[in-house]
């Protein structure tokens, strides 16, 4: 069985909107239901669990989202200080018999369907699959306003969600962190953290996270045009 999580709970400070990211209006509707449709819309996801806010859980019932057309939301949880708290607090909440989860951040409402289905296709001998995209900059190291190094950036890759694991494998990644205080900036760099295997597939350039209001400005445009997906593809 396969479950999304869609983590939502962030503040949205840099946004600089008297409202939580989660409920920011894009095109009328909330954030985070762009990326609710997308997991409604997938041929392999069975249930979600969303993470909200918790002063924003008494607004945002399972009923509630149902009758938006959300049927898969099973579940929505309180989300931690951290994102990285969020997604183990949604892990626990998890039907005994799910394998596999893909975990998406909502403030990237352009993921589609096939994205999702995409990273749930796990290679053999892997424990997660992720969507990236291809550096095209040139990207430095720098330590103290100094060049230290310019990077290879054919071996670089900027890395979105959503983001695919086996179940059992992301909830040890999550508990061996919490135990040694390591806090990982996605849920690949947990199980990197435990010495697993993370394969890479091509991500969309659309899928965009929204963290400036400009980035509004941009998905609204993307939105109206209809937007592009270019997913799935080996890296």
Known sequence: MIFGIVAAAGSGNRLSLPCFKCEVPLSGKPLFYYSLSAFENSRLVEGVVL?????????????????????????????????????????????????????????????????????????????????????????????????????????LVSVQTPQAFLRSRLYEAHKKALEKGFEGSDDASLIEFIGGKVGVIQGDRHNIKVTYPEDLVIVERLLNRGGTNESGNRL
Request: glycine share 8%; charged share 25%; hydrophobic share 40%.
């Open 51 to 155: 993470v909200l806010p918790g002063e924003r859980l008494g607004d945002w019932s399972r009923e509630r989202l149902l009758t938006e057309g959300f049927s898969k939301v099973m579940t929505i949880v309180p989300g931690g200080v951290t994102r990285q708290q969020s997604v183990f607090s949604a892990l626990e909440k998890l039907p005994a018999e799910v394998n596999i989860v893909v975990v998406h951040d909502g403030a990237r409402p352009l993921v589609s369907s096939l994205a999702i289905n995409s990273v749930c296709d796990i290679p053999e001998g892997f424990d997660g699959l992720i969507t990236a995209i291809r550096v095209t900059d040139t990207v430095k190291e720098v330590d103290n306003s100094r060049v230290v190094k310019t990077l290879d950036r054919d071996r």
